[in-house]
């Protein structure tokens, strides 16, 4: 077949989109789109009651403290402020760099090998972001036992609050095991992937002799 | 930009380029992974619109972006595993010539499917040279030499022809 052959069989309505399968493509687009910004936004809800319900019932404790209750000494019970405060630290970060993901756009003066380059950027600082929660997890199990004996110190809380040692580390570790499958499964596969079309445009393109 | 204006024109552009896009994903996957490309393509060209200044043609915008978002396309898990099954189910490929008279719709798949056992960066430049670029377009979007293109595009022709050969028209 030659060129002119070819660039006819291109041209033919055969290699153009039907009106009807490029209607439903973007239906689905239109409704995945809608679906993906809906379970982001319901999972951010989930997770925000989950810590606005200690969170108030601790402002609560502070505020209005029970008859013959102390209230919070923060000298004495700061253990469990910073460990209330990592979460949402946590939240808040996730918050913030899903509004940027949402706003940015491809830089489109930029050719496709420079935007190789920076998804491989992006990559490097999502791998750097599983270290930072890895690094907030370490840090909550490093002030569990703390906040445990400050509470018990201060007679707030009994050998009850004990279990916490075994379900806290349990939850913490289901966590470290998501992110290092997200990591090996997911982001070096796609490093590698990414190094390899990258180094495919370096690759010398003269034909072999 | 408002979203009733991103709106518009992503329907626009989706009516004006469906061909880009119909070729960008056939030439980068096959079966049911096409639905899998075509909805990525859509997000990058959704996201990148607001990104568009109108100094610029709309359709080398449009190659821009759905070239990079299938070179950068991860399958699924899913339909990779899919892929796989039915790679291993299937007998050894047929390397016969079509018959003669074979159709237009089937001398696409084969040309296709000669695409796709390309490299990525080759598979683009292939889709975007049978599209009708210029060497120097072609270098814009990659960030490629015009020099470089033109060595990778003599070789490409050739992976074309051979991929094409003992099609109806024969083999020239």
Redesign the interface.
């Known amino acids: 077949m030659d060129p002119a052959d070819l660039g006819r069989l291109w041209r033919s309505p055969h290699n153009q989109p039907s009106a009807a399968q490029l209607e439903e493509d973007r239906m689905t687009f239109i409704t995945d789109l809608r679906r993906r910004h809906r379970g982001f936004v319901v999972f951010m809800a989930l997770v925000f009651a989950a810590l606005a319900i200690p969170t108030a019932q601790l402002i609560y404790h502070l505020l209005a403290p029970g008859p013959g209750t102390d209230p919070v000494d923060v000298r004495r019970e700061w253990g469990v402020l910073a460990a209330l405060a990592m979460p949402w630290a946590a939240w808040a970060f996730f918050v913030i760099q899903y509004r940027r993901h949402r706003a940015a756009f491809p830089d489109v003066e930029t050719s496709i090998r420079e935007s190789v380059q920076a998804l491989l950027d992006d990559n490097r600082m999502a791998r750097g972001r599983n270290f930072v929660v890895g690094g907030l997890q370490a840090g909550c199990l490093l002030l569990l036992p703390l906040m445990i004996r400050q509470l018990k110190a201060s007679g707030k809380a009994g050998s009850e609050i004990d279990i916490t040692l075994i379900v806290v580390p349990v939850i913490l570790g289901a966590i470290l095991l998501g992110l290092i499958w997200n990591h090996q499964r997911t982001l070096l596969p796609r490093k590698r992937e990414l190094e390899a079309l990258l180094k495919s445009y370096d690759a010398d393109p003269r034909p072999s002799a | 930009m408002n979203a009733t204006q991103q709106h518009a024109r992503f329907?626009r552009w989706?009516?004006d380029h469906?061909?880009i896009?119909?070729?960008v994903v056939n030439g980068f996957a096959g079966g049911e992974e096409r639905?899998d490309l075509?909805?990525e393509v859509?997000?990058?060209l959704?996201?990148?619109?607001?990104?568009?200044?109108n100094d610029?043609q709309p359709s080398t915008?449009v190659y821009?972006?759905s070239?990079?978002a299938a070179?950068?396309w991860?399958r699924t898990q899913r339909n990779y595993r899919a892929r796989l099954e039915r790679f291993q189910a299937e007998p050894a490929a047929e390397t016969t010539a079509p018959p003669p008279g074979a159709?237009?719709?089937e001398?696409?798949e084969r040309?296709y499917g000669g695409i796709r056992d390309l490299?990525?960066?080759d598979r683009?430049l292939a889709l975007l040279f049978?599209?009708?670029l210029t060497y120097a377009e072609m270098a814009?979007?990659?960030?490629?030499t015009e020099s470089?293109v033109g060595?990778?595009l003599?070789?490409l022709?050739q992976s074309?022809?051979d991929a094409?050969k003992g099609?109806a028209?024969?083999?020239?």
């Open positions: 329907d989706l009516h469906a061909a896009l119909h070729h639905k075509m909805q859509l997000l990058a959704w996201k990148a619109i607001p990104a568009f200044r610029a915008f821009r972006v070239h990079n070179l950068t991860t159709g237009e719709q001398l696409l040309l490299p990525p960066l683009s049978l599209d009708g814009a979007i990659h960030g490629l470089a060595v990778r003599h070789r022709k074309l022809a094409m099609s028209h024969g083999p020239r």
